[in-house]
T-cell receptor
């Protein structure tokens, strides 16, 4: 089945230790998104790639970076995680401006 | 950014009851989406609406795109325990590209 895959599902890192979260998709969608979601709140868009074009949200901290080496994969890099970065990180994809499909998420814990 | 007002914030119902939740905005949206999120999982798309006045069903779920393009509702009929979760509305505006604006969610609890 076509899907959005996120690895790992659970990630533990130490304060200040860089961490990378991965997303892949078999939907062949041209747009990929990264969201941060804190407990029971709505997902908050960090940035997205529309094809190869990177679109950063104005309030996304510099601590968060992203890479999209090809259509299928997208990475979220957190350069120096702080305690406030503990959250669920959601990857989503869409075909253009059509509906977005989410992955299962990665729960990040910062010790 | 622009917010969607989603209500109610939470609902506690008995199995078999019908449920209704809605989202409103002061802005016009071109697309309305309804998602359900289970604990520890990503949101799952339930219904997508693309046209003002559109009424779409997915099993026991029915959603409508408001005629003013500023609101949408989701109804769940004959609720069952597995309907428990958080329901989010999301809208896309003409000027926002592919970005979505999310409502704050409705936490649904179904008592057997």
């Amino acid at each position: 089945d076509a899907m959005v895959i996120q690895n790992p599902r659970y990630q533990v890192t130490q304060f200040g230790k860089p961490v990378t979260l991965s997303c892949s998709q078999t939907l062949n969608h041209n747009v990929m998104y990264w969201y941060q979601q804190k407990s029971s709140q709505a997902p908050k868009l960090l940035f997205h790639y529309y094809d190869k074009d990177f679109n950063n949200e104005a309030d996304t901290p510099d601590n968060f970076q992203s890479r999209r080496p090809n259509t299928s994969f997208c990475f979220l890099d957190i350069r120096s995680p702080g305690l406030g970065d503990a959250a669920m990180y959601l990857c989503a994809t869409s075909r253009g401006t059509n509906e977005q499909f989410f992955g299962p998420g990665t729960r990040l814990t910062v010790l | 950014g622009q917010q969607l007002n989603q209500s109610p914030q939470s609902m506690f119902i008995q199995e078999g009851e019908d449920v209704s939740m809605n989202c409103t905005s002061s802005s016009i949206f071109n697309t309305w989406l309804w998602y359900k999120q289970d604990p520890g999982e990503g949101p799952v798309l339930l219904i997508a609406l693309y046209k003002a006045g559109e009424l779409t069903s997915n099993g026991r779920l029915t959603a409508q795109f408001g005629i003013t393009r500023k609101d949408s509702f989701l109804n769940i009929s004959a609720s069952i325990p597995s309907d428990v979760g958080i329901y989010f509305c999301a809208g896309r505006r003409e000027t926002s590209g592919s970005r979505l604006t999310f409502g704050e969610g409705t936490q649904l609890t179904v008592n057997p």
